[in-house]
């Protein structure tokens, strides 16, 4: 890279952070005391899931004693998840939510949430991250760089989809087939291990890839089906519930320490209630999108045997465990909590 382009993006980089800072500052504090830290996330303003969200600054309210308000901005108004974890880091925004997948590219270990088959089901998702020591390790390992973990966002299992009227159980069914991925080297490696074709976009690309033929199908919850449009474009979706991939609240270690115990424990409270509200909502949302889904002539096929898919991802977990000691103990961990 040139010295000249390195400048460049120096310099767009810094002009970003004086305008984030400028327009949103960091933990704003208001007459009375009370504190504002200002959140970003990428689903849209008028989604479920953003509604969802939203309760956590109802639930941060709820205690007046720790005068802490939440401001929530969707949409990606702030930018992509890449440059709100950087926003964080550097201070200039407090708080973003963001998909494990992106947090990858900044704490390798976040690569196990997109490991096929690491959660044997819904409970077992739940109890893992919610209890694990090691996961609690993982969310607090970043502190050095500028920000921590403080909980997570309860994404169901993503499922895939596809072009043709066939259920999805069994590598063959997708040898020669080009499904969109998450621009995650895991995700990629899951694809093609499950017998497809990885076509790596962002979400929002999905849905003209599929109506131009780009790719046969993708991977995701149900929700994409209905919200993003896909039930028009692909014949079946069958639960191979292969990830169960969180989304991560983050917040800015120069915003975490200034807090005060009490509004720490008023943060943690909130995220929680929205999270079981949410589970409380979530299967009644996805009953609701698959009714959705059939209407438009998608045919869904639940209860299939998954001792294919599950054998052939094996090496992923193994390979996953050798990286070393702190990818084991998290591994080794999880695993607890299947019971």
């Known amino acids: 890279m040139s010295i000249r382009k390195t400048v460049g993006i120096t310099a767009v980089v810094l002009a970003v952070g004086v305008v984030a800072y400028n327009l949103f500052g960091v933990m704003s504090p208001r007459l009375g005391g ?14 479920d899931i953003s509604k969802s969200i939203d309760k956590i600054s109802d639930f941060a309210a709820e ?16 930018g992509t998840e890449k440059e709100t974890i950087e926003m964080v880091k550097a201070g200039v925004l407090d708080m973003a939510k963001v998909g494990s997948n992106t947090m990858v590219q900044f704490k390798n270990e976040y690569s196990i949430f997109s490991m096929p088959y690491l959660f044997v089901s819904q409970d077992h998702y739940y109890k ?8 609690k390790k993982l969310f607090e390992s970043t502190a050095d ?3 921590i973990a403080i909980g997570y966002y309860a994404n169901g299992s993503r499922n895939f989809y596809i072009k ?10 997708l040898k020669g087939k080009k499904i969109r991925s998450t621009p995650s ?18 979400a929002g690309e999905t849905y003209t890839a599929l109506q131009q033929g780009v790719v046969d199908g993708a991977e ?19 639960y191979t519930e292969h990830q169960y991939s969180p989304d991560i609240y983050l917040i800015s270690t120069k915003v975490w320490n200034k807090l005060s115990d009490l509004q720490k424990q008023t943060l943690i409270d909130a995220i929680n209630k929205a999270n079981a509200n949410f589970k409380k909502l979530y299967n009644g949302m996805m009953a609701d999108a698959i009714k959705e889904a059939e209407e438009h002539g998608v045919t869904i096929y639940r209860n299939i045997d998954k001792t294919a898919f599950i ?19 998290l591994y080794d961990d999880i695993q607890k909590y299947q019971n």
């Open 220 to 238: 995701n919850t149900e929700l994409a089906l209905t919200v993003n449009g896909h039930e028009d474009l692909v014949k079946s979706y069958t």
């Open 145 to 147: 760089q500028g920000y």
């Open 164 to 173: 043709e009227q066939r259920a999805c159980d069994s590598p063959e069914v």
């Open 34 to 47: 009370v504190v504002e830290l200002r959140m970003a996330h990428a689903a849209a303003g008028s989604s």
């Open 185 to 202: 080297a895991t995700s990629m490696l899951m694809i093609e291990k499950m017998g497809g074709s990885p076509v790596p976009m962002s």
């Open 311 to 329: 054998k052939a991802v094996q090496p992923m977990h193994a390979e996953f465990k050798e990286k070393g000691q702190s990818y084991s103990a």
């Open 128 to 135: 893992a991250m919610e209890q694990s020591e090691e996961v």
């Open 63 to 78: 205690n007046k004693d720790a005068k802490l308000k939440v401001i929530i901005y969707p949409s990606g108004v702030l």
